[in-house]
């Protein structure tokens, strides 16, 4: 063998070793529940100016909204998330519409969305989201009442799922 025509091998190996080890990096964080990427995430980038303005309007209308979650009180049941919501002087909001939007954090790719429905009680509501994990969520509340609109997001440690003898 000629002085040196290993080295051309060496090299071709060691790209194609590259390529190879890229290649099941990308497949394994596309397969990872995990592993999500934001929705919409270039049109959340380009309206950041609205996003800002909501926050101000959320500052201006003082509105609180407040909300608990309970595990299921039977086997296989589903979890209860109430909410209460609130204006600036801590009178009750009824008629609004709410909607959440929740992932758990370990599993971003999953995200569960639903309306959460009045309760006979004003200013209280609440819905049997399909929960299934203990541990960090994110929940993004969006609020229409009227012709206002109020966001809250909020991570939160939860426990969901029951306990039974």
């Known amino acids: 063998m000629k002085p040196g025509a290993l080295w051309p091998w060496v090299i ?4 194609v070793l590259h390529v190879v080890v890229s290649l099941g990096v990308v497949f394994f964080t596309a397969s990872d529940a995990s592993y999500a990427v934001e929705e919409d995430y270039y049109e959340k980038a380009i309206n950041w ?3 800002r ?13 407040a909300f608990s979650a309970a595990p299921p009180t039977v086997p296989g049941g589903q979890p209860r998330i109430d909410v209460r919501l609130t204006d600036g002087d801590g009178v009750a ?9 929740t992932f758990h954090k370990a599993h971003s790719n999953e ?3 639903l309306e959460i429905g009045a ?21 993004r509340f969006t609020v229409d009442h009227g012709a206002d609109r109020f966001t809250h997001t909020e991570t939160r440690h939860l426990f969901v799922e029951g306990t039974w003898q």
């Open 119 to 139: 309760t006979e009680e004003a200013g209280f509501y609440t819905a049997s989201p399909q929960m299934r994990n203990n541990g960090l969520w994110e929940l």
């Open 49 to 51: 100016d609205k996003k």
């Open 53 to 65: 303005a909501q926050d101000r309007t959320n500052d201006e209308l003082g509105w609180s909204l």
């Open 12 to 15: 071709g190996g060691a790209l």
């Open 111 to 113: 995200i569960i969305r």
């Open 93 to 101: 909001l009824a008629g609004a519409t709410i909607s959440l939007e």
